[in-house]
């Protein structure tokens, strides 16, 4: 069975740009949740999706935003971008919504922001 | 103070060496616990899921959880070279507003050989 797949691997924006990241979760997988990882602050809980609901949300500004397909494809917008949004950018996929069941996550996207 | 503390390390070992790696936590509602790893540039790696307090045996990984104590270990046996990795410790707390799953820091792994 195939992993969970991020797209672009690898990004460079400017600031004030806007930039959009795929996910795609296991097949089967209903709830996909993104994080934000830097070293300072680990792993930061953007938001979590499941049938296309957003369940939760983490304590990041509007700028980011995301949604969910019928097809359990996930994208994660951030708008007018900041130096600080340089990250990686991970999602993660579960059966049942995060942390009732198993959580697998993709390889993520490097975001730089210069 | 962070509702999940993880010593960052790094933690160096000698390969074979028993490995120890452990989170503490102030959440009492905290009722599923896991372990990752995360190897550079990678994306994290589920190793264990539990939801009691007690022992859960994988292979060379035990994981440990004390309720109690607000205390959640991970014991690798017999450490391999690839092991070397960042270990991630989660909990989640069930809510109708929606799951809540917090990370600790991670804690850096090095197992010379």
């Known amino acids: 069975k195939a992993g969970v797949t991020q797209t672009p691997r690898y990004l460079i924006k400017t600031r004030g740009q806007q930039v959009t990241l795929s996910c795609s979760p296991i097949?089967?997988?209903?709830?996909v949740s993104w994080y934000q990882q830097t070293p300072g602050q680990g792993l930061q809980f953007l938001f979590e999706?499941?049938?296309?609901?957003?369940?939760n949300k983490g304590n990041f500004p509007g700028r980011f935003s995301g949604r969910q397909f019928s097809n359990s494809r996930s994208e994660m917008n951030v708008s007018t971008l900041e130096l600080g949004d340089s990250a990686l950018y991970l999602c993660a996929s579960s059966l049942a919504p995060s942390g009732r069941s198993e959580q697998y996550f993709g390889p993520g996207t490097r975001l730089t922001v210069t | 103070q962070k509702e999940v503390e993880q010593d960052p390390g790094p933690l160096s070992v000698p390969e074979g060496a028993i490995v120890s790696l452990n989170c503490t936590y102030s959440n009492s509602a905290f009722q599923y616990f896991m372990w990752y790893r995360q190897y550079s540039r990678k994306g994290p790696e589920l190793l264990m899921y539990t939801y009691s307090s007690g022992n859960k045996e994988d292979g060379r990984f035990t994981a440990q959880v004390d309720k109690s104590s607000k205390y959640i270990s991970l014991f690798i046996r017999d450490s391999q070279p690839s092991d070397s990795a960042t270990y991630l410790c989660a909990m989640s707390e069930r809510r109708s507003s929606g799951d809540k799953l917090t990370f600790g820091t991670g804690t850096r792994l090095a197992v010379r050989p």
């Open positions: 999706y499941f049938s296309e609901t957003q369940r």
């Open positions: 097949s089967g997988h209903r709830s």
